[in-house]
C-alpha cells in the first residue's frame, strides 16, 4: 500500500495540492516554468516537505513545494517573476518571497543557457581586463620619472592603482547586484582604455596620477562584476573548473604581459606600451561587446534585503574562500617582490660582478616563474578543480595552504638554485588548488542576486593579500637583521592556515541556485 501523497490529503478544508503541477494546482503564474515539461516525468521529492504541513500551514506548504519546484526546473528569475504576477494570492506570494531568499532545502537550478561565443567572450573579457595592469607594471615608474615625479611620488603612482582597486571592489560587486553584470563591465572596459592612453598623452604628473586612480577603480569595478558574471555562466558542479580556467588565463595575462611591454618598450619607447595596450583593449571590447551576455534579470524582487553582507559573511565556505585567497596572494606579493633580489644577493656572495649578477638573476627568475606557471596552470585546467563542487573548499585550501608554507620556508632559507625550484614547485601546487577552489566556492555558496558583492570581498582579500605580503616582509627584515623578506609572507600564509578551520565552523547553505 503506497503512501498517500499530499494531493489526497486536503488541509483545514483547502482544495489538494497538486505536487505533480508544482505545488500550484496547475497555475504557475506567468513567467514560471512547469516541472514536468522541463524535466520529463520526474517527480519531485516532497516527502521533506509532507511533515511540515500542520506547522506550515496550507499556504506556506504551497508556496514551499512552488518554489523549490520552480528552482528544480528552471532558476531564480523564473521563480521571482511568478512571485510577482497576479496568478497567486498575496499569502502565497508572502511565503514564496520569503522562501525565495534563502531555505535550508538543497537544490539544483539550470545556469543560463549560453552560447559557446557568450561564453568565450567572457573569457575574453577576463584576459583584457588583468592584460593591461600586469603590461603596464613595468613601465608605470620610468613614465612617472619623465613627468618630474620624485622617488615617493613615483611610488604613489604605482600604489595609487592597487588603492583604487581596492577602494571600489565593493563597490563594483554593488553595482553588478543592482544594475546587472553586462552594463558594469562594458563601463569599466570603456573607461580602462580611456584611462591608460592618457598615461600616454599626460603632460604633468597630477594629470597622470588622476589617470592612474580612474584607471584603478575600474579595475576594480570589472573584476567584481566579471567574476559575478563567470559564477552566474558557470555549469552546475563545474563552477570550480569553470574558477580555473579564469585563472589560468590571469596567469598567462602575468607571464606574456610583462614580456611583451618589455620589448615594446625597448624598440618603441615606453608610450607606446600605453597606445598598443589601450588600442589592444579597444578592439577586444568591440569583439566582446555584442556577445558578452547579461546573466542576471534584476527585477525588485531579486534585489538583496539589507542583511545581505551577514548572511554572506556568515557562509563557511565564504568564510574559507576569503581567508584562503589572502594567504594566496600574501605568498604571491612576496614571491615576486623579493625572489628578484634573494637571487642577486646570492649571485654576489658567489663572487659574481654586480652586471653578472643582475643577469643572472633575470634569467633565473624567468626559468623559476615559468615553472611555477606551467604547475599553476595545469592544476587549474585539471578534473582537480572541480572537487571543490562536491567537497567544499576546505580541504583543497588547506593542502594549498601548506604547500606555500613549504614553498616561502624553502626560499627564506634556500642556498642553491635547486632548492629555489624545489619552492616554485610547491608554490605553484599551492596556487593551482587555491584559486580555483577560493573562487569557486564564492560562486557556489552566494546566491546569484548577491554575488557581486561576494565577488568584490574576495578581491578586497586578494588585494590586502598582495599588499600586506610584500609590506610585512620589507618591515621584519628592515627592522631583525639577517631575517629573510618571505618571512612576512610566510608569517602571513601561517596565520591564514591557522584561522581556517575556524573560518570553516557553522551550518552551510543549500547550494546557490543559479
Not at 46 to 62: N, Q
Not at 306 to 311: K, S, T, Y
Not at 460 to 484: E, H, M, Q, Y
Request: aromatic fraction near 6%.
Amino acid at each position: 500500500m503506497g503512501t498517500p501523497g499530499i494531493r489526497d490529503q486536503p488541509t483545514d478544508g483547502q482544495p489538494a495540492v497538486g505536487a505533480e503541477r508544482g505545488a500550484t494546482g496547475g497555475h504557475l503564474g506567468e513567467g514560471a516554468v512547469d516541472p514536468l515539461e522541463a524535466r520529463g516525468d520526474e517527480r519531485l521529492n516532497i516527502a521533506p516537505c509532507t511533515c511540515l504541513a500542520v506547522a506550515l500551514g496550507y499556504d506556506r506548504l504551497k508556496a514551499m513545494l512552488w518554489v523549490n519546484a520552480q528552482r528544480e526546473a528552471s532558476c531564480t528569475w523564473a521563480s521571482n517573476q511568478a512571485i510577482r504576477s497576479g496568478a497567486h494570492g498575496a499569502e502565497f506570494r508572502t511565503g514564496a518571497a520569503s522562501l525565495g531568499a534563502w531555505d535550508a532545502l538543497p537544490m539544483t537550478t539550470a545556469t543560463p543557457n549560453l552560447s559557446r561565443r557568450s561564453r568565450a567572450a567572457i573569457y575574453i573579457a577576463i584576459f583584457l581586463a588583468f592584460i593591461d595592469n600586469f603590461a603596464l607594471l613595468p613601465v608605470i615608474g620610468p613614465r612617472a620619472q619623465e613627468l618630474g615625479g620624485t622617488p615617493l611620488l613615483v611610488g604613489i603612482a604605482i600604489a595609487a592603482y592597487s588603492l583604487a582597486n581596492l577602494a571600489f571592489n565593493l563597490i563594483g560587486g554593488t553595482l553588478a547586484d543592482r544594475i546587472g553584470r553586462r552594463r558594469v563591465v562594458v563601463a569599466a572596459l570603456v573607461i580602462s582604455p580611456a584611462a591608460i592612453g592618457i598615461y600616454a598623452l599626460a603632460d604633468s604628473l597630477p594629470l597622470f596620477l588622476l589617470a592612474r586612480v580612474v584607471h584603478g577603480a575600474s579595475g576594480g569595478v570589472l573584476a567584481a562584476a566579471l567574476f559575478a558574471l563567470l559564477g552566474d555562466a558557470a555549469p552546475f558542479g563545474e563552477r570550480g573548473r569553470t574558477l580555473g580556467r579564469a585563472g589560468a588565463l590571469i596567469g598567462i595575462a602575468a607571464v606574456v604581459g610583462p614580456a611583451t611591454a618589455a620589448l615594446v618598450s625597448n624598440l618603441f619607447g615606453v608610450s607606446a606600451v600605453f597606445v598598443g595596450v589601450a588600442g589592444f583593449i579597444a578592439v577586444g571590447l568591440a569583439v566582446v561587446l555584442p556577445l558578452l551576455p547579461e546573466t542576471l534579470v534584476v527585477t525588485p524582487a531579486t534585489r538583496p534585503s539589507v542583511d545581505a553582507w551577514r548572511r554572506i559573511l556568515r557562509e563557511p565556505r565564504v568564510r574559507v574562500a576569503l581567508l584562503a585567497i589572502f594567504g594566496l596572494q600574501a605568498a604571491v606579493g612576496s614571491v615576486t617582490g623579493f625572489i628578484k633580489d634573494g637571487l642577486i644577493q646570492r649571485a654576489l656572495e658567489e663572487g659574481r660582478t654586480q652586471e653578472e649578477a643582475l643577469r643572472y638573476a633575470a634569467g633565473a627568475s624567468g626559468g623559476l616563474f615559468t615553472i611555477f606557471g606551467l604547475i599553476a596552470i595545469a592544476l587549474m585546467l585539471s578534473r582537480i578543480s572541480t572537487r571543490v563542487d562536491k567537497r567544499g573548499p576546505f580541504g583543497i585550501s588547506l593542502i594549498g595552504l601548506a604547500a606555500l608554507v613549504g614553498a616561502l620556508t624553502l626560499l627564506a632559507i634556500s642556498p642553491t638554485f635547486t632548492i629555489d625550484l624545489v619552492a616554485m614547485l610547491l608554490y605553484g601546487i599551492g596556487y593551482g588548488l587555491i584559486f580555483p577552489a577560493a573562487a569557486g566556492a564564492i560562486a557556489i555558496a552566494s546566491a546569484p542576486e548577491e554575488r557581486g558583492r561576494a565577488n568584490g570581498a574576495f578581491n578586497i582579500s586578494f588585494d590586502l593579500g598582495i599588499s600586506t605580503g610584500p609590506i610585512l616582509g620589507g618591515l621584519i627584515a628592515t627592522a631583525v637583521i639577517g631575517v629573510s623578506p618571505f618571512a612576512g609572507g610566510l608569517a602571513l600564509v601561517v596565520l591564514a592556515l591557522a584561522l581556517l578551520p575556524l573560518a570553516a565552523r557553522g551550518a552551510t547553505r543549500g547550494t546557490a541556485r543559479g
